[in-house]
């Protein structure tokens, strides 16, 4: 049972940065390669971004050149760094197991706008 707390959403402009963290209860996060996903209104949940727990990231098409993710396993934390955002980033963020894993709950998520 790894708890997942998402902060550092909001409202941002076109061409504007966010940076999200994710942080995870427990031990075993160091583990498990991680990742970004994002859902937004009438679409399917994407995978934006993952890392392996060693540290090597991939990234959605979508988001790649745009977006940066990586990891702190001393700190239990994964970051997802946004820059160039677009209104089409407009979504609830939230971090995961990559795969999902069932010992991992989904967190509340961050509300990610884009707007003018």
């Known amino acids: 049972q790894v708890q997942l707390v998402e902060s550092g959403g909001g409202l941002v402009q076109p061409g504007g940065s966010l940076r999200l963290s994710c942080v995870a209860s427990?031990?075993?996060?160091?583990?498990?390669?991680m990742g970004w996903y994002r859902q937004a209104p009438g679409k399917q949940r994407e995978l934006v971004a993952a890392?392996?727990?060693?540290?090597?990231?991939n990234y959605a098409d979508s988001v790649k050149g745009r977006f940066t993710i990586s990891r702190d396993n001393a700190k239990n934390t994964v970051y997802l760094q946004m820059n160039s955002l677009k209104p089409e980033d407009t979504a609830v963020y939230y971090c995961?197991?990559?795969?999902?894993?069932?010992?991992?709950?989904w967190g509340q998520g961050a509300q990610v706008t884009v707007s003018a």
């Open positions: 995961n197991a990559d795969p999902i894993a069932k010992v991992f709950y």
């Open positions: 427990g031990s075993i996060f160091r583990l498990y390669a």
């Open positions: 890392i392996t727990s060693g540290g090597k990231p």
